[in-house]
């Protein structure tokens, strides 16, 4: 019986000798190295550790003024968040709202307002006011409106047409900041 219990005690010894093994390899895996320990500053030792996989990351803030947009008082519109900020002279958003695109978009960069309608039909065929146009692109114009209905649909993408289309009272809002030679600022 002695010869059995010492086979199994040999056979644990050798199971946990595999578990830590095991159990380095995954530390040293995950363990920054020593160049990266020493380019980052160390938390205080009273402070958690904080893990990759615990941490969440900050979340980008939808109405936050995207970096990139340049500085002083400008209108920017953000293509990708489909978004328009109103900027003061001090860089703050006075007001900032969500748009629907035109088939037709101004490529990034800096325009100024060229001219502005108070009350047309639209290239699609509807009423719109407050329309302030600051580029064109493939002999389309392209301008901020809002239609008199107050509806927002999506352009049909058989039509080439350059109104970026909000709500009636972000329209006011625009209509009011947004005078000729206003800057516009365009980012992806």
Same mark, same amino acid.
Request: glycine fraction near 8%.
């Given at each position: ?66 970096? &990139?947009? &340049? ?37 990034? &960069? ?6 502005? !309608?108070?009350?047309?039909?639209? !290239? ?56 000729? &030679? ?7």
């Amino acid at each position: 019986m002695a010869r059995s219990s010492s086979g199994f005690v040999a056979g644990l010894t050798a199971a946990a000798v595999a578990v830590i093994g095991f159990l380095a390899y995954q530390a040293q895996a995950v363990a920054p190295s020593p160049a990266e320990l020493a380019a980052k500053p160390q938390a205080p030792s009273s402070a958690p550790a904080a893990t990759a996989s615990n941490t969440p990351k900050p979340r980008k803030d939808p109405l936050a003024l995207p970096a &990139g947009s &340049g500085t002083g008082e400008r209108v920017v519109y953000a293509l990708a968040d489909r978004r328009v900020w109103l900027v003061d002279e001090k860089n703050q958003v006075t007001h900032t709202f969500s748009v629907m695109p035109s088939t037709v978009s101004p490529p990034p &960069g800096a325009y100024a307002v060229t001219s502005r !309608s108070g009350a047309v039909r639209g !290239s699609d065929g509807v009423a719109i006011e407050h329309v302030v146009r600051f580029a064109t692109v493939q002999d389309v114009s392209i301008g901020f409106s809002a239609a008199v209905d107050g509806s927002t649909p999506k352009p049909d993408p058989s039509k080439k047409t350059g109104g970026v289309r909000m709500k009636r009272a972000d329209g006011d809002a625009l209509w009011t900041f947004a005078v000729i &030679g206003q800057k516009v600022v365009v980012v992806a």
